[in-house]
């Protein structure tokens, strides 16, 4: 049984993000799976889970991914996903500037075409300058891009923020991103 609590999330981030059929899992139309399920499906795929830790996974998690309902009978991931699932998020005025991390290595695509939000429903964007460089972080040496999020959203472009903090659109065109 895998017992190890960042083992364990990153497959809870798995099947409830973008492959809930790992463990036959069914997401509805807004990510809510039935908790009880997704519990008897890890410990079928060898994940050593119980209520106890799943809600210890979900209220120390540093970036807060995922959500229960009020009586803990149904969970969700909070944002990130690469599945069709509606989160009903609520367009939101951003703040002037937002930050956004990742490696070296994606710089020159980058600046060829913008921020895509590839096979995720939407590109990533954080408050502050921190939080990218450790979103960064995970792809390499850490880059941190500043975004013009106040002249996006003057140019009519949507931003949502997640439950999670989050801030969330489309794409960002290069032109209102800066490079340090």
Do not use: C
């Not at 803990?72 to 703040?95: C, M, T, W, Y």
């Not at 075409?113 to 408050?127: A, D």
């Amino acid at each position: 049984m895998i017992t190890d609590k960042i083992k364990i999330s990153k497959f809870l981030s798995l099947v409830l993000r973008h492959k809930p059929e790992t463990i036959s899992l069914e997401l509805d139309e807004n990510g809510w799976a039935d908790t009880d399920f997704l519990i008897q499906g890890m410990l079928k795929a060898n994940y050593s889970i119980d209520i106890k830790v799943l809600k210890d996974i979900v209220s120390s998690s540093d970036k807060q991914r995922f959500k229960f309902n009020d009586d803990f009978s149904k969970i969700r991931a909070n944002q990130g996903h690469s599945i069709n699932v509606d989160l009903k998020l609520e367009q939101k005025l951003p703040p002037e500037i937002l930050f956004h991390g990742t490696a070296t290595k994606n710089i020159d695509s980058i600046k060829q075409g913008g921020l895509l939000k590839q096979s995720r429903h939407h590109v990533h964007l954080s408050s502050d300058r921190e939080t990218a460089k450790k979103v960064g972080m995970r792809y390499g040496k850490p880059v941190v891009l500043i975004i013009e999020a106040g002249k996006m959203s003057s140019d009519g472009i949507k931003f949502y923020l997640s439950e999670n903090s989050v801030w969330l659109t489309e794409n960002v065109d290069i032109k209102y991103i800066k490079f340090e």
